[in-house]
């Protein structure tokens, strides 16, 4: 079972860049495998980010494309997401996901809270 | 984009009920379809892929139904670890998330 774990800053300024980064264990990061971000602001529903694929394939929810980038990092067995320009309107519940071709995502991250304010 | 509804946004229920939710999606998505539940402060379970296939490891009163735009999750006799809030999810082109049934006493 892949286990996966977020980090990065809790609090960001408005009009800054955001900046996650999700451990993955038991699995390579390199397999055949999306991994993803979801977010969930508070009290609300579920907002798919994004996945990255075979390393560098990318897809992104078109609502965020102009400010999403996500990308991994093989040496360290992670991916990362950035979030640029954010305003009040991105603090969420940010989770990491994983989930093989053709399937939901099965493996959840804990979640990690994102503020944006100044 | 592919749009998923979700209807009721809360149910009331008590112990014991037979319980259904249903998921429609703005075009034909075949059987893309997953359920979660969610519990307070947690992660998003899985409990239905493919519409109509259970997870490992969720109970069996739990079912789903449904293809191409309308798709229903059950749960037969609800327990009292089953009050929380439900998502269905396309996945068919990208991911989209309907915006979830709460499940309240």
């Known amino acids: 079972q892949v286990q996966l774990q977020e980090s990065g800053p809790g609090l960001v300024k408005p009009s800054e860049t955001l900046s996650l980064t999700c451990a993955v264990s038991?699995?390579?990061?390199?397999?055949?495998?999306?991994w993803g971000w979801i977010r969930q602001p508070p009290g609300k529903g579920l907002e798919w980010i994004g996945n990255?694929?075979?390393?560098?394939?990318?897809h992104y929810n078109p609502s965020l494309k102009n400010r999403v980038t996500i990308s991994v990092d093989t040496s360290k067995n992670q991916f990362s997401l950035k979030l640029t320009s954010v305003t009040a309107g991105d603090t969420a519940v940010y989770f990491c996901?994983?989930?093989?071709?053709?399937?939901?995502?099965?493996?959840w991250g804990q979640g990690t809270l994102v503020t944006v304010s100044s | 984009d592919i749009q998923m509804t979700q209807s009721p946004s809360t149910l009331s229920a008590s112990v014991g009920d037979r319980v259904t939710i249903t998921c429609r999606a703005s075009?034909?998505?075949?059987?893309?379809l997953a359920w979660y539940q969610q519990k307070s402060g947690k992660a998003p379970k899985l409990l239905i892929y493919?519409?109509?296939s259970l997870e490992s490891g969720v109970p069996s009163r739990f079912s789903g139904s449904g293809s191409g735009t309308e798709f229903t999750l059950t749960i037969s006799s609800l327990q009292p670890d089953d009050f929380a809030t439900y998502y269905c999810?396309?996945?068919?082109?990208?991911?989209?998330f309907g915006q979830g049934t709460k499940v309240e006493i």
């Open positions: 075009q034909s998505i075949n059987n893309w």
């Open positions: 493919r519409a109509s």
């Open positions: 996901a994983s989930r093989s071709s053709g399937w939901p995502f099965g493996d």
């Open positions: 990255i694929y075979h390393n560098d394939i990318t």
């Open positions: 038991g699995y390579s990061i390199s397999s055949d495998y999306y």
């Open positions: 999810q396309q996945y068919m082109n990208y991911q989209t």
